[in-house]
């Protein structure tokens, strides 16, 4: 299997189907979503969306059955996208190599748009024509991880820990998997739960998980201090010049790169319960997010 | 029956058992739950789940059947109120006679704690130990209520509207009915289906939230003209000063005043297919909504 034409292919699937999760253009607001499909268009790779596919396809069932929570939860990465970078968070002006929300229009739209694609998630998956209790099932795995008790809390914790140089090791691993490592496991975990895997399956699923989104935390702070700005289509350097502990700062480098390696490797054995076949996507996502481009 | 009794002792309720609905505090980002916690705490009429309580008692069940998604609306109704504060916003200082979040916190933390209010409400309601259907019937009322269909579109419609002097009554219908109006409704409408309401009966909650909503907003333009700020624990004049068009500018005080009344009484008229002894909360709310202090 080709990683890199599955996962454009999948990618093309979710560039095209979220926009139709999106009510038809209201006769005033207008602006509002504008700013929401700009959002959501403006790139990125769809890795929880594939995910979440890839998780459906792992327990046995076709990936199309996940499609609809797969589009939800692009749109809580991305609202919390839209609102990380607003002036008063990270201020940042660039993501995707496009000018952020704010930027592009203005913070209150900005703000609001983020609003609307959070709600938007759960009101398409509360619409879902689908069994009504793993669909719920599904809404509280993503709630719980895009909330207070997951991404939120984390990029709390981020905002707690800028300019600080205190920052301990256990407190940093609490933010990482906080604010990235929740929702990445919930996409795996809901694709699963929406496939009708076994308990087994699930928990082997939130194992791989939370290796793979601790290995994707870890590589985004390697890729601040050593990554190529054009690629990235992001400002680099920002961690430092923010005076941010990261896991450069306590590992350095090679040290992190390392431990993300293992992390990777920690997840892909998760999934020996599973026919190689159906994880074979799921293997090469993991191997992918230490091997992106440095 | 006195509604000041009932208010209060209802309003006690909520502001016991919201906080009930919170996790407990985290190891690190502890301020995101200080910031959720007074963004909760300093007070509010609590109209919207006294609502949706009275609504599950109309259709003849025990109001404590819906103190869950009470609390759930109580908490998107605060999350509105926390974002619509930031100064990218309505830019307010002042709410209900404390300061608003981001004055008492930061930006980034009050943006955050909104995120997890809107966040912790669809976690709350997903959780809920109750029918399913139903539970995913209450789920997608609030949502479509709150989102990019309801509330936020609402609140993009008054910033758009800000400082325009062309804004149209239709306009301003619409932006009143979303930005107010959805919420008010799917309270009392969420109530109903939580006591297992019938069509009709549904339907019929459904006006009458929708003829307080539009009066409440009403009253609001009105009260920002004539409103004593002691009493209401707001700035008063904010729309005078910001341009803004309002009822008061199509109708004049009186005028809108007595629009406000003919609204309160076509809801109410609504609730007669109920028996009158389930329904003389919801009536003494709607009477109440107009006659609140000018």
């Given amino acids: 299997m080709e990683l890199k034409e599955y996962l454009k292919e999948r990618k093309e699937i979710?560039?095209?189907?979220?926009?139709?999760?999106?009510?038809?253009?209201?006769?005033?607001?207008?602006?509002?979503?504008?700013?929401?499909?700009?959002s959501l268009t403006v790139g990125g790779k769809r890795l929880r969306p594939?995910?979440?596919?890839?998780?459906c396809e792992a327990v046995g069932e076709d990936y199309r059955l996940a499609i609809l929570p797969?589009?939800?939860?692009?749109?809580?990465?991305?609202?919390?996208?839209?609102?990380?970078?607003?002036?008063a968070m990270?201020?940042?002006?660039?993501?995707?190599?496009?000018?952020t929300t704010w930027c592009k229009f203005d913070e209150a739209t900005a703000?609001?748009?983020g609003d609307a694609l959070l709600n938007r998630a759960f009101e398409v998956l509360s619409e879902w024509e689908f069994d009504c209790e793993r669909k719920v099932r599904v809404i509280q795995e993503i709630a719980k991880a895009s909330g207070m008790l997951g991404m939120v809390l984390g990029q709390q914790c981020d905002m707690d820990a800028e300019g600080r140089e205190d920052v301990t090791?256990?407190?940093?691993?609490?933010?990482?998997?906080?604010?990235?490592?929740?929702?990445?496991?919930?996409?795996?975990?809901?694709?699963?739960i929406t496939g009708g895997g076994s308990k087994e399956e699930i928990e082997a699923l939130r194992k791989y998980g939370d290796g793979i989104g601790l290995a994707f935390q870890i590589v985004d702070d390697v890729l601040d201090v050593v990554g190529d700005q054009e690629k990235l289509g992001k400002n680099v350097g920002s961690d430092v010049e923010k005076?941010?502990?990261?896991?450069?700062?306590?590992?350095?480098?090679?040290?992190?790169?390392?431990?993300?390696?293992?992390?990777?490797e920690k997840?892909?054995?998760?999934?020996?319960?599973?026919p190689k076949s159906r994880v074979e996507p799921l293997i090469g996502i993991a191997r992918f997010i230490v091997e992106r481009e440095y």
Same sequence: chains 1, 2.
């Fill in 14 to 38: 979710i560039d095209r189907e979220i926009l139709n999760y999106l009510p038809e253009d209201p006769p005033f607001g207008k602006r509002l979503y504008e700013a929401v499909r700009y």
């Fill in 50 to 55: 594939i995910l979440c596919m890839a998780g």
């Fill in 70 to 87: 797969a589009c939800a939860i692009e749109m809580i990465h991305t609202y919390s996208l839209v609102h990380d970078d607003l002036p």
């Fill in 90 to 99: 990270d201020n940042d002006t660039l993501r995707r190599g496009h000018p």
């Fill in 111 to 113: 703000i609001l748009a």
């Fill in 169 to 192: 090791l256990e407190e940093l691993l609490f933010m990482h998997r906080h604010k990235t490592g929740r929702l990445i496991t919930a996409s795996v975990v809901s694709g699963g």
């Fill in 243 to 264: 005076g941010k502990v990261t896991f450069v700062t306590f590992f350095g480098v090679d040290g992190a790169k390392k431990r993300a390696e293992e992390e990777v």
């Fill in 267 to 274: 997840a892909i054995s998760a999934l020996d319960i599973f």
